[in-house]
Nanobody, 126 residues
Framework: QFEESGGGLVQPGGSLNLSCLSS????????VGWFRQAPGKEREGVAC??????DIYYADSAKGRFTISRGENAVYLQMNSLRPDDTAVYYC???????????????????????WGKGTLVTVSS
């Protein structure tokens, strides 16, 4: 349905641009978010955006460094000033519900995210 790409190894302070591309999946109709799961930690919402009004939410850890945006059938996450604690598998998730971006990214996002990609690994290390 959709697939993430753009992960990799980057030095601290570097940048990456993650892509979530859909194939045969009406991604523009859904509320979409980027989530991440670091080793030994729970998955957390990083940045989310709604389909209709473009409402955006960023986790505190992402504010000022990450930017979420939408393309015709894709969602992107530009990540700058990366830190070692950004190391995680990053997932794209989509919700069918008409809810604010903050609700998509909430800690209970498993209750509202209906579709998940397989993830892309981001490693920030020198």
């Amino acid at each position: 349905q959709f697939e993430e790409s753009g992960g990799g190894l980057v030095q601290p302070g570097g940048s990456l641009n993650l892509s979530c591309l859909s194939s045969g999946f009406p991604l523009p109709r859904y509320e979409v978010g980027w989530f991440r799961q670091a080793p030994g930690k729970e998955r957390e919402g990083v940045a989310c955006i709604t389909g209709v009004d473009g409402d955006i939410y960023y986790a505190d850890s992402a504010k000022g460094r990450f930017t979420i945006s939408r393309g015709e059938n894709a969602v992107y996450l530009q990540m700058n000033s990366l830190r070692p604690d950004d190391t995680a598998v990053y997932y794209c998730g989509a919700s069918r519900r008409w809810i604010p971006a903050r609700a998509v990214c909430a800690p209970d996002h498993d209750a509202v995210v209906d579709y998940w990609g397989k993830g892309t690994l981001v490693t920030v290390s020198s």
